[in-house]
Each structure stands twice: as structure tokens, then as C-alpha cells.
């Protein structure tokens, strides 16, 4: 029954209007968070009508928080996240699993209890099978396990899909699900713990080019790839989605375009003219071989395209660093 319904569409709902809405979102003083809270008010949203929680706060863990947190709320978009790179994912596994589930699950219960109108859920490219066929298209998402250190992370964040799909069939919930691509972009995290390929790359270039260091070691061998999505595009798209999509697929936000990361710290190197040389880790892993996501459904779905050129976003993401790395 439930899979016939999922199959039917027999919950698509029609698009949704933001303006004078209590909308709540998740991570919202975040760095993606910030760009979707802008990219509201430029579709209408009233700013004294969006509900952003602060961690220090609100503990999204504890059900009786998010309960109390969605009460007279209209829509909510859930983006709050414990992530990291590769090391940082390597180190805290159990952490990343239970924080990421358990902050989802409680608040897509807390949305169905009370009744908000639309929630959208995003969720992560680490949630795709190790070796995904490429481009990784939305229906592949289930044809094997994620590379072993994104799993945790990946995998809880797959299960609110799962959450999602059938509180929509059960209940009849307005809920989405958007699965964007690896993200960056000025005000990115750049502690080199937890921060992400691109923040890490730029900080390390930028404090050996002061230092006048002879070389930069980079981590693993350069041969796999990656597909990076600007902050402002994944923004824009996950409130394109919010405004314009309504079915229980889950929907891919991407450029559709790869780079190795041998390239890739090639770019980063010239960009920020640090000349020394490169030292690879090999002894340090990979990650997943390639990603390279279909984007044709967004396209179809909501009209989305990113637009900014990866070399544009690199520019500008170095750019805010040398202005505000002392911050």
C-alpha cells in the first residue's frame, strides 16, 4: 500500500506561498544556513518571521526542544549538521551517526505533530554506494553501501529520507527531500580539523605562501574527484525547492561537472600563488573514487541550474579568506 502510493504521487501538493509564513530553519547561523535565510528574503519571506535556533540554546537532540521550537511554524527547513572532512569523520563516526539522525528524525516528528505546512530535509552526496555509476542519479541512492568513512554521516541522513517517504505516505506529510553536492564558498569553515577539501586547501596554500614554506602536503593520492557546488547555488536551489517541488523523490543539486583533486589543488595553488612545492600523502585515504551527480531532475522539477564557474567561486571564496582569516 505504501508503495503504491509513493509510486501514485498521490500527495503532490501544490506550490507554496512564503510570504508572511513563520519559517524555522535548522543551522540557519551556519554557512549554508545564512545563504538560505538571505535567499528567503529575496523571495519574499518577512525577516521577523524567520526562526533560526541557536545550538548553544536549543539541543535539536532532545524531541521535547524541536517540539516545543515547531509550534505555530509554517515551514521548516532542516539544515542543522555535525560534518566534517575525511579525518574528522574518521575520528568521531558514533557522534556523526547519532547527532545527524537523531536531529532529523525529532524534528520531522515534531513538524508532523504539529502540523507545519511544508518541510524540506537536506540531506548529503555521502549518502550515495561507494562506487555509484556516473553521473550518480537519484534512483542509485539504495544500490550499495557508502564509502566506509562517510557511512555514518551518509547513512543517518539517509534514513530521513526514509522518515520523510513514509511520513508522506502514512500521514499525508508536504515533505521534501534535496541531496546537494559537496558545498563551499566565502564564509566556509577553514579549521583544518573539520573543514571540508576546499577550505582546508585554501588555508593551507595561504599560511604556506606567508611562511614562505617549501612545500604543502595534501592528503591521498589526487586521483579521485569531486563536483563542488558555490554556497549562493545550493541556497538558491533549496529554496527553488521549497517553492516549486512537492513530490517524494529525492532530488539532486549539483553542477553535473567534475574535478580531480589533483586539479583541483592545482587551481587553489595558482589562485592563491603559493610556489612551492607538493608533497601527496598517500598514506592518508581517499574517500570515494568519483562524484558526478545527474542534475536533469532538478532542472525538470524547479528549473535549477548552478551558475557560478568553479575558478569564479574559488576566486571569491580566497578572496573572503585573506579578508577575514585573522577573524
Given at each position: 500500500?505504501?508503495e503504491?502510493?509513493?509510486?501514485?504521487?498521490i500527495?503532490?501538493?501544490?506550490?507554496?506561498?512564503?510570504?508572511?509564513?513563520?519559517?524555522?530553519?535548522?543551522?540557519?547561523?551556519g554557512f549554508?544556513?545564512k545563504?538560505v535565510?538571505?535567499?528567503?528574503?529575496?523571495?519574499?519571506?518577512?525577516?521577523?518571521?524567520?526562526?533560526i535556533?541557536?545550538?548553544?540554546?536549543?539541543?535539536?537532540?532532545?524531541?521535547?526542544?524541536?517540539?516545543?521550537?515547531?509550534?505555530?511554524?509554517?515551514?521548516?527547513?532542516h539544515?542543522?549538521?555535525?560534518?566534517?572532512?575525511?579525518?574528522?569523520?574518521?575520528?568521531?563516526?558514533?557522534a556523526?551517526?547519532?547527532?545527524?539522525?537523531?536531529?532529523g528524525?525529532?524534528i520531522?516528528?515534531?513538524a508532523?505533530?504539529?502540523k507545519v505546512e511544508?518541510?524540506v530535509?537536506v540531506?548529503?552526496?555521502?549518502?550515495?554506494?561507494?562506487?555509484?555509476?556516473?553521473?550518480f542519479k537519484?534512483?542509485s541512492l539504495?544500490?550499495?553501501?557508502p564509502?566506509?568513512?562517510?557511512?555514518p554521516?551518509g547513512?543517518a541522513?539517509?534514513?530521513?529520507?526514509?522518515?520523510?517517504?513514509?511520513?508522506?505516505a502514512?500521514?499525508?506529510?508536504?515533505?521534501?527531500?534535496?541531496?546537494?553536492?559537496?558545498?563551499?564558498g566565502?564564509g566556509?569553515?577553514?579549521?583544518?580539523?573539520?573543514?571540508?577539501v576546499?577550505?582546508?586547501?585554501i588555508?593551507?596554500?595561504?599560511?604556506?605562501?606567508?611562511?614562505?614554506d617549501k612545500?604543502?602536503?595534501?592528503?591521498?593520492?589526487g586521483?579521485?574527484?569531486?563536483?563542488?557546488?558555490?554556497?549562493?547555488?545550493?541556497?538558491?536551489?533549496i529554496?527553488?525547492g521549497?517553492?516549486?517541488y512537492?513530490?517524494?523523490?529525492?532530488?539532486?543539486?549539483?553542477?553535473?561537472?567534475?574535478?580531480?583533486i589533483?586539479?583541483?589543488v592545482e587551481l587553489?595553488k595558482?589562485i592563491v600563488g603559493?610556489?612551492?612545492?607538493l608533497?601527496?600523502?598517500?598514506?592518508?585515504?581517499?574517500?570515494?573514487?568519483?562524484?558526478k551527480l545527474?542534475?536533469?531532475l532538478?532542472?525538470?522539477?524547479?528549473?535549477?541550474?548552478?551558475?557560478?564557474?568553479?575558478?569564479?567561486?574559488?576566486?571569491?571564496?580566497?578572496?573572503?579568506?585573506?579578508?577575514?582569516?585573522d577573524?
Amino acid at each position: 500500500m505504501v508503495e503504491q502510493r509513493l509510486k501514485s504521487g498521490i500527495f503532490q501538493l501544490p506550490d507554496i506561498e512564503i510570504k508572511n509564513k513563520k519559517i524555522l530553519v535548522t543551522g540557519g547561523a551556519g554557512f549554508l544556513g545564512k545563504y538560505v535565510v538571505s535567499e528567503l528574503l529575496n523571495n519574499g519571506a518577512v525577516k521577523e518571521n524567520i526562526v533560526i535556533p541557536r545550538s548553544s540554546e536549543n539541543d535539536l537532540r532532545n524531541f521535547e526542544v524541536c517540539n516545543t521550537l515547531l509550534k505555530d511554524v509554517d515551514i521548516v527547513i532542516h539544515l542543522a549538521a555535525r560534518v566534517g572532512g575525511i579525518g574528522f569523520n574518521q575520528k568521531y563516526p558514533g557522534a556523526l551517526f547519532y547527532d545527524n539522525a537523531i536531529m532529523g528524525i525529532n524534528i520531522i516528528e515534531a513538524a508532523r505533530i504539529n502540523k507545519v505546512e511544508k518541510t524540506v530535509i537536506v540531506g548529503t552526496v555521502c549518502s550515495y554506494p561507494k562506487f555509484t555509476p556516473t553521473p550518480f542519479k537519484e534512483e542509485s541512492l539504495w544500490d550499495g553501501y557508502p564509502e566506509e568513512t562517510n557511512a555514518p554521516y551518509g547513512v543517518a541522513k539517509k534514513a530521513l529520507l526514509v522518515q520523510a517517504q513514509s511520513y508522506r505516505a502514512q500521514y499525508g506529510m508536504n515533505i521534501i527531500y534535496l541531496i546537494p553536492v559537496n558545498l563551499y564558498g566565502p564564509g566556509d569553515h577553514f579549521d583544518l580539523e573539520d573543514s571540508h577539501v576546499i577550505p582546508a586547501l585554501i588555508r593551507k596554500f595561504v599560511e604556506a605562501k606567508e611562511r614562505n614554506d617549501k612545500e604543502v602536503i595534501v592528503w591521498g593520492t589526487g586521483n579521485v574527484s569531486r563536483e563542488f557546488l558555490y554556497v549562493e547555488d545550493v541556497a538558491r536551489g533549496i529554496v527553488s525547492g521549497l517553492l516549486n517541488y512537492n513530490k517524494e523523490e529525492p532530488v539532486n543539486l549539483g553542477t553535473g561537472e567534475e574535478i580531480k583533486i589533483k586539479d583541483l589543488v592545482e587551481l587553489v595553488k595558482d589562485i592563491v600563488g603559493y610556489k612551492g612545492d607538493l608533497v601527496w600523502d598517500k598514506s592518508k585515504p581517499d574517500g570515494q573514487p568519483r562524484r558526478k551527480l545527474d542534475t536533469s531532475l532538478a532542472e525538470l522539477e524547479f528549473s535549477f541550474k548552478s551558475t557560478v564557474l568553479l575558478k569564479t567561486g574559488l576566486e571569491e571564496t580566497i578572496l573572503w579568506y585573506l579578508k577575514n582569516q585573522d577573524i
